[in-house]
C-alpha cells in the first residue's frame, strides 16, 4: 500500500485555506509524516517570518492511501 501527502496551506487571519494539494506518494505511514512535518518547516522558511507572522500561517497535512499502477 502506498500513501499520498495531502498538504493544505491557511491563514488564521483569513480564517481559510488553500485548496489541498497532493505533493507526494510514500511507502509508509512513517515516511509520509516525517516528510510532512519536514515539508510543513520548509514551507514555513520560504514564506519568510514577516508573511507567516502577518498572516499567521500554518500547514496542516494528511497521509491517505492510494494504489498507484506502475507502468
Do not use: W
Not at 491557511?10 to 497532493?22: I, L
Not at 519536514?38 to 522558511?45: A, G, M
Amino acid at each position: 500500500m502506498k500513501l499520498v501527502l495531502i498538504m493544505i496551506m491557511c491563514s488564521a487571519t483569513a480564517n481559510q485555506c488553500m485548496p489541498p494539494k497532493e505533493t507526494a506518494i510514500l511507502n509508509s505511514h512513517y515516511d509520509c509524516m516525517i516528510r510532512g512535518y519536514n515539508e510543513s518547516i520548509r514551507l514555513t522558511q520560504e514564506l519568510g517570518i514577516e508573511e507567516v507572522n502577518e498572516h499567521k500561517m500554518y500547514f496542516s497535512f494528511m497521509c491517505k492511501s492510494t494504489t498507484v499502477t506502475e507502468s
